[in-house]
T-cell receptor, first 114, second 112 residues
Framework: DGGITQSPKYLFRKEGQNVTLSCEQN?????MYWYRQDPGQGLRLIYY???????QKGDIAEGYSVSREKKESFPLTVTSAQKNPTAFYLC?????????????FGSGTRLTVV | AQSVTQPDIHITVSEGASLELRCNYS??????LFWYVQSPGQGLQLLLK??????LVQGIKGFEAEFKRSQSSFNLRKPSVHWSDAAEYFC??????????FGSGTKLNVKP
């Protein structure tokens, strides 16, 4: 079945370390997104990419970096510059531009700083 | 600035009772409107969406939502709630294809 795979499901990071969250999709979608979810705050956009080798900052990009070398993959690196990285991270991809427009989400990665 | 408000943080209903979750948005034009559901520790699943046309839209799992332009609302309803509906529900507004604004969510608890 087509979908989005995020790994790992749980990730622990020591302060000062960079960590990379994986997001892979086999939906053949061009656009991919990273969201951060905190309790009571909904989802906030970190980065998005509409095409391979291109990406744009979202609303809370500071302390994060991404790459888009393949259509299927959009990894997110949480750098040591991110002061409060503990959160639930969701990857999504977008299909369509008209009435078929919609987002498909992965099952998320929970990152905890220890 | 665009915003999405879900005024109810938590709602508890009895199994078999009706449900209405509220969503109000702030946007100058008619946006794309969505409702998603999230089970604990999981991603978001699309329940339904509104783009244009009939203001009452049907979704999966027996949910429906009504777009009311005059009230800038897109409330989610279900006539009879099942215990498996307990989850968190998010309203979202699509301003353009790359800009999605989410509400802060409503957690639904279902009493047996």
């Amino acid at each position: 079945d087509g979908g989005i795979t995020q790994s790992p499901k749980y990730l622990f990071r020591k302060e000062g370390q960079n960590v990379t969250l994986s997001c892979e999709q086999n939906l053949n979608h061009d656009a991919m997104y990273w969201y951060r979810q905190d309790p009571g705050q909904g989802l906030r956009l970190i980065y998005y990419s509409q095409i391979v080798n291109d990406f744009q900052k979202g609303d809370i990009a500071e302390g994060y970096s991404v790459s888009r070398e393949k259509k299927e993959s959009f990894p997110l690196t949480v750098t040591s510059a991110q002061k409060n990285p503990t959160a639930f991270y969701l990857c999504a991809s977008r299909t369509g531009t008209g009435s078929g427009y919609g987002y498909t989400f992965g099952s998320g990665t929970r990152l905890t700083v220890v | 600035a665009q915003s999405v408000t879900q005024p109810d943080i938590h709602i508890t209903v009895s199994e078999g009772a009706s449900l209405e979750l509220r969503c109000n948005y702030s946007y100058g034009a008619t946006p794309y409107l969505f409702w998603y559901v999230q089970s604990p520790g999981q991603g978001l699943q699309l329940l339904l969406k509104y783009f244009s046309g009939d203001t009452l839209v049907q979704g999966i799992k027996g949910f429906e939502a009504e777009f009311k332009r005059s009230q800038s609302s897109f409330n989610l309803r279900k006539p009879s709630v099942h215990w498996s509906d307990a989850a968190e529900y998010f309203c979202a507004v699509g301003v353009n294809f790359n800009k999605f604004y989410f509400g802060s969510g409503t957690k639904l608890n279902v009493k047996p």
